[in-house]
């Protein structure tokens, strides 16, 4: 089962990060250029309103040790790369949430270090968070640059093609991604069962909350419904393949990344009917 996750989850998320850049163009990154205060927003606000967020939601949950390290993990890492797909089928602006996600890994060697330490001095005690620089990089080219310029590529070389197939892709990829979470369920329902009453009520709030920071922080910067569905879904959305990475060869605690797991399994159907009522709402 953990060999069918760890390659499904990245090919799927391949496929539809290529789908999203066959829906973008060069104009679309100019146009992000001249929104630096958005950019800004997106990249650091998250800095300092994550963390304070999870140490309160550990404060009002009371969660064992170990699932409170994990949310203080997820809340010091980096943007997740399936954001750019839930901006993309909310029909929100793409290419700024592509251009927050790369930024946002290229800054995790020095912010997941300063994040932590803000977090070691809230709580008083050690948590040593370095950022993985290999893996970072490895998903900014192989898991971002490659499948966005690929599919950009393709709608410039043929554009019929990327306008015919780019919806299949999209739901091929999400149709995979249903079944993965429905394999891992079916794998140990027992568990997931009791993670229901206990890790994903936290991880829910964690998602909703971060949402709502993400969007109330928008409203301060733009007027732009896009734009503010689009910092919404980049607040929500933290790196899991990161944090999983800190927590087992960093800091060597399996037990740290489960939360990291149980949270994008909580976070993908949240984030999927916030896209509905995004789009239905938006007409």
């Known amino acids: 089962m953990k ?23 060069g104009e679309d990154f100019t146009r992000v250029r001249r929104r630096r205060l958005v950019v800004a927003a997106g990249l650091f606000a998250p800095l300092l309103l994550l963390p304070p967020l999870a140490v309160s939601l550990t404060v009002l949950f009371r969660p064992d ?6 949310v203080l993990l997820i809340a010091s890492c980096p943007i997740g790369g399936i954001s750019n797909s839930y901006s993309y089928l909310a029909r929100a602006s793409t290419a700024l949430s ?7 890994c290229l800054l995790a060697a020095v ?16 948590l040593d968070l370095e950022a993985p620089i290999s893996l970072l990089l490895a998903q900014l080219l192989l ?18 093609f990327a306008d ?7 739901r091929l990829a ?14 140990n329902v027992g568990a997931f069962v009791e993670g229901l009453w206990s890790t994903v009520p936290l991880a829910a709030s964690f998602v909703l909350c971060s949402m709502a920071v993400g969007w109330l922080t928008g409203m301060t910067v733009t007027s732009d419904p896009r734009d503010r569905f689009t910092l919404a879904a980049e607040f929500g959305t933290r790196n899991v393949a990161v944090a999983a990475a800190i927590a087992v ?35």
């Open 143 to 160: 898991m971002l640059a490659a499948p966005v310029t690929l599919g950009m590529w393709i709608r410039r070389r043929w554009p019929g």
């Open 111 to 126: 912010t997941v270090p300063l994040v932590g330490q803000g977090l070691e001095l809230a709580l008083g005690r050690p």
């Open 249 to 283: 060869t960093l800091l060597g605690r399996v037990e740290f990344a489960r939360f990291a797991t149980i949270y994008f399994l909580t976070e993908l159907p949240l984030m999927l009917a916030a896209i509905a009522w995004f789009r239905a709402n938006r007409g």
């Open 3 to 25: 060999t069918l996750i760890d390659v499904a989850v990245p090919s799927i998320t391949f496929i539809l990060l290529a789908a999203v850049g066959m829906d973008l163009t």
């Open 98 to 104: 592509v251009t927050l996600t790369g930024f946002s």
């Open 174 to 187: 999400f149709a995979a991604i249903a079944g993965v979470l429905t394999l891992v369920i079916l794998d």
């Open 65 to 70: 040790s170990d699932t409170a390290a994990g």
């Open 164 to 170: 015919e197939h780019r919806m299949g892709l999209q």
